[in-house]
């Protein structure tokens, strides 16, 4: 089965510092992993994906994340962080084989940016 | 830039009432699927949908959960009876082909009282 973990349920960082935001995944096959941000009140937002290629990816704001297929991995970093980061985070894994094309998402974990 | 859209944003409901969301996803998407979100915390899969059927379904999407796309551009998430712990953000998303990331829409605030 298809399965995210996201181990820290907030991240404090000050304004300035890079910060990283974990994210395990589990599933059969290749998966296909993604990032999305929330805020208040508001529906998700796409901030990057890994499909295939490089391991490492840039999405938007910034952010770039880092596959990882040895540890199951896919953390999302940022160089600086700012205050507007200050949000919650969703990793989600896709699968590639039959049945396992649904979009699983992690518990979320919220940034919080301390200027 | 184009994006989709959910209707209403909070519906009110009292326990054993149908209730549908609405949603209007992005023009050229093909793939559709609708979440659940209680208190702000994880973003639960209910359905995914695509060339006119589910394609794929969890276990909280019973038989009191039905999906449609009656038009060309609606995709609607019915709930025959609910229950309290139907209380939830729902969220409607949808895909392009050969992309693989989804579109959003704002979410409707279901309160079952």
């Known amino acids: 089965a298809q399965s995210v973990a996201q181990p820290e349920d907030q991240v404090n960082v000050a304004e300035g510092n890079p910060l990283t935001v974990k994210c395990t995944y589990s599933?059969?096959?290749?998966?296909?992993l993604f990032w999305y941000v929330q805020y208040p009140n508001r529906g998700l937002q796409f901030l990057l994906k890994?499909?295939?290629?490089?391991?490492l990816v840039k999405g938007s704001y910034g952010f770039e994340a880092e596959f990882n297929k040895s540890q199951t991995s896919f953390h999302l970093k940022k160089p600086s962080a700012l205050v507007s980061d200050s949000a919650l985070y969703f990793c989600?894994?896709?699968?590639?084989?039959?049945?396992?094309?649904?979009?699983?998402f992690g518990t979320g974990t919220r940034l919080k940016v301390l200027a | 830039e184009p994006e989709v859209t959910q209707t209403p944003s909070h519906q009110v409901t009292q326990m054993g009432q149908e209730v549908i969301l609405r949603c209007v996803p992005i023009?050229?998407?093909?793939?559709f699927y609708w979440y659940r979100q209680i208190l702000g915390q994880k973003v639960e899969f209910l359905v995914s949908?695509?060339?006119?059927?589910?394609?794929?379904k969890s276990e909280i999407f019973d038989d009191q959960f039905s999906v449609e796309r009656p038009d060309g551009s609606n995709f609607t998430l019915k709930i025959r009876s609910t229950k309290l712990e139907d209380s939830a953000m729902y969220f409607c998303?949808?895909?392009?082909?050969?992309?693989?990331?989804?579109?959003f829409g704002p979410g409707t605030r279901l309160t079952v009282t």
């Open positions: 989600a894994v896709r699968g590639t084989t039959s049945g396992t094309y649904k979009y699983i």
């Open positions: 599933v059969s096959g290749n998966p296909y």
């Open positions: 998303a949808s895909t392009w082909t050969g992309t693989y990331e989804q579109y």
């Open positions: 023009s050229n998407h093909l793939y």
């Open positions: 949908f695509y060339n006119n059927e589910i394609s794929e």
């Open positions: 890994y499909i295939t290629g490089d391991n």
